[in-house]
């Protein structure tokens, strides 16, 4: 392989055929070519400064990185297999723009402390893309909220209706949500941002360099503190896709109801064709694709987290080329959880609420039994038990009769128990149910606004 010559003085034969195939990683560590790029200026700027290297030698070498960089944005520089990796891309293509200066480049730094530099950087922008996608995804949720705070849906336990709630409250779930997630993205990147630049292969160097220098250069908080944990930690890496998979889980949530709410047998939303798609045999259907692509792309996700984590589990300190495998799990999930964040903003800032469909669907399954529970308690004084045991009765009688609560007769009730008078049906009703929610946090549409005040500063 041609890359021997650059770093193989060692060897006296070639590699194997197959190496060929398996050693490089150029098809995807080209993504970091910008990152790559930002740390050799900052290295070979550090290293003129400190007289590691001619300052001539430096200039040069900045210059020729400005000309490689612009060849990479404009689709001109040939990225090589042989090569590797985007390292050794660079630095060949350096040493035919400015000649042996180039070598200079390396001097107090190894491949294992700049790839694991440049992997950070690129992580840190991934982060703040991830919290970029979240917030826009929050707005969109947001924007629902607030013009449904009031619109009532059956809340649901186990999957059965449990107590009516509105869909302004539901939606603010899900910011909320979606809230934790951005903040693990923000302390990933809090975490992850010290500076491996400078622990060379595994032991520092002997050179003289500056690592605050290079670190501060490169917006890092500080420089590692341990060379053998700068050149071998990937826990930033696994702590990346750990809050992706989460994220993932609770997009797919979300995608979960929107497939279900979207469905005849609950119509409570219509999605648009542009997040649906037709059938290639019944022309009747609406099928949403988006969302289900995106529940679908969760195991796609924990599957990056689950590779990384069992190449990690068993590498004794500090390098081994192992540790190769972690940018294509990182890239993977990176581009997946941006993508999926992207559809489901779409889809919620597009689909149309049914509300009509929403507060009949809230009427089933007696969803006030438990403020009948709480009028028993209030008026009659009785312990909660014993109200509990009497509306359970009152909603059998209900439906043995077939009619909602507020619809059963009071002298039904009063069979049940004869302290209930006609002041009960002032809170049987939805709506009074809904209203009657004013803990802090609750579905009442009064604490619904309050949240969207609070959320409306807090996405500006």
């Known amino acids: 392989m041609v890359a021997n010559k650059m770093w193989g003085g060692r060897f006296e034969g070639g590699p194997a ?26 290295h070979a700027r550090m290293l003129a400064v400190q007289q590691i290297i001619p300052q001539a030698d430096a200039e040069a070498i900045l210059r020729g990185l400005d000309t490689i960089e612009k060849e990479i944005e404009k689709g001109q520089f040939t990225f090589s297999r042989k090569l590797e990796d985007i390292h050794l891309n660079i630095e060949s293509r350096l040493k035919e723009l400015i000649g042996d200066a180039a070598g200079r480049l390396h001097t107090a730094r190894s491949r294992n402390d700049q790839v694991v530099t440049d992997f950070r950087l690129w992580l840190r922008a991934a982060c703040a893309r991830a919290e970029e996608g979240i917030t826009i995804l929050q707005k969109a949720l947001f924007a629902q909220a607030e013009v449904h705070f009031a619109t009532i849906m059956p809340g ?11 869909f302004g409250h539901h939606c603010l779930a899900y910011v909320e949500m979606f809230a934790r997630d951005s903040g693990r993205f923000a302390d990933c990147a809090k975490r992850l941002n010290e500076c491996p630049l400078g622990a ?10 500056d ?8 917006g890092f908080a500080r420089p590692m503190r341990n060379s053998l944990d700068a050149v071998s930690a990937r826990d930033f890496a696994l702590e990346y896709l750990a809050a992706c998979t989460i994220m993932a889980t609770n997009i797919s949530r979300l995608a979960g109801e929107i497939v279900q709410w979207s469905t005849p047998a609950f119509g409570f939303v219509r999605l648009s064709d542009a997040f649906t798609t037709g059938s290639s045999i019944m022309p009747q259907k609406r099928n949403p694709d988006a969302a289900e692509l995106i529940r679908g792309k969760t195991g796609r996700v924990l599957g990056d987290f689950v590779a990384l984590a069992t190449v990690v589990k068993g590498l004794a300190l500090a390098y081994g080329t192992d540790l190769q495998e972690d940018k294509e ?18 889809m919620i800032a597009d689909l149309k609420v ?36 009497i509306a359970g009765s009152i909603v059998k009688r209900a439906e043995d009769l077939n009619l909602p609560l507020a619809g059963l007769p009071l002298s039904e009730m009063q069979a049940v128990e004869a302290g209930i008078t006609d002041a009960v049906f002032a809170v049987l009703s939805l709506e009074a149910s809904v209203k009657a929610r004013m803990s802090y946090g609750g579905t009442a549409p009064d604490r619904v606004r309050e949240q969207l005040f609070f959320w409306r500063e807090k996405l500006k």
């Open 156 to 166: 649901y336990t186990h999957m059965q209706p449990a107590q009516p709630v509105t």
């Open 211 to 218: 690592r605050d220098v290079t670190a501060r250069a490169l």
């Open 200 to 209: 060379a292969a595994l032991a520092g160097t002997p050179y003289p360099i």
């Open 17 to 42: 055929s197959i190496m060929e195939v398996i050693t490089p990683s150029i098809d995807f560590d080209k993504r970091m070519a910008a990152q790559d790029i930002a740390g050799s200026r900052a």
């Open 354 to 389: 049914n509300d009509t469909t929403m507060r009949a669907a809230a009427e089933a399954g007696y969803p006030t039994a438990t403020d009948l529970a709480d009028w028993i308690v209030r008026e009659l004084k009785k312990p909660f038990r014993e109200a509990h045991h």
């Open 329 to 346: 799990r990182v890239f993977d999930a990176a581009d997946t959880i941006e993508v999926s964040l992207a559809a489901m903003a779409g």
